[in-house]
């Protein structure tokens, strides 16, 4: 099946720092999605972004499909973007091992 | 308009005993999955109904099982507990049969003892 690698596993930065995670898969997908799982086990449903790029304030995602990664881009950082971000592919949702984030004040 | 509603929010149970989730979707959403997460496997894909059809299903053993009703209400029911059954529950519903635009509940966390 498909692998889905996501990297760093776990990231620690000061408030208002920007922050790239990634997501690599192992073969073509048909969707992608990202989530932000926050501490109390709430996920949140990020992008969908099978390719190209997408922006939500302080967020953006980039899914190259050809060659099999997606990029999520965290500016300006807060406290409340701490938790676990993950990527998921394919109809199963098959996801990552998800990348912790720690904002500090 | 309200979101996923899953029941109850925390469980302890007996190994040997039998568990059933509840998961209510999101008003018009026809298709609701259910992923177990643990520390160890991380989040993984148990199955999906759309319309009282399972439509997928993922890699776990018989005891693990589920139906939709006519509301799009889901169940899943765990048989014969484990202790490695001890985790969070999550069900996800969506309007189309695919990924987007999944919403999840805050899930069911289950303890097997």
């Known amino acids: 099946g498909i692998q889905v690698e996501q990297s760093p596993p776990d990231l620690i930065l000061q408030e208002g720092a920007n922050s790239t995670l990634r997501c690599n898969f192992s073969d073509s997908v048909n969707n992608l999605q990202w989530f932000h799982q926050n501490p109390w086990g709430q996920l949140i449903n990020l992008f969908y972004?099978?390719?190209g790029t997408k922006q939500n304030g302080r967020l953006s995602a980039t899914t190259v499909a050809t060659e099999r990664y997606s990029l999520l881009y965290i500016s300006s950082s807060q406290t409340t973007d701490s938790g676990v971000y993950f990527c998921a592919v394919d109809d199963k949702i098959i996801f990552g091992k998800g990348t912790r984030l720690h904002i500090l004040p | 308009k309200a979101g996923v509603t899953q029941t109850p929010r925390y469980l302890i149970k007996t190994r040997g005993q039998q568990v059933t989730l509840s998961c209510s979707p999101i008003?018009?959403?026809?298709?609701v999955s259910w992923y177990q997460q643990t520390p160890g496997q991380g989040l993984q894909f148990l199955f999906e109904?759309?319309?009282?059809?399972?439509?997928n299903k993922g890699n776990f053993p018989g005891r693990f099982s589920g139906r939709q009703f006519s509301n799009s209400r889901s169940e899943m029911n765990v048989s014969t507990l484990e202790l490695g059954d001890s985790a969070l529950y999550l069900c996800a519903s969506s309007s189309a049969l695919s990924v987007y635009g999944y919403t999840f509940g805050s899930g069911t966390r289950l303890t097997v003892v």
């Open positions: 008003s018009g959403h026809r298709s």
């Open positions: 972004i099978p390719s």
């Open positions: 109904y759309f319309s009282e059809t399972q439509r």
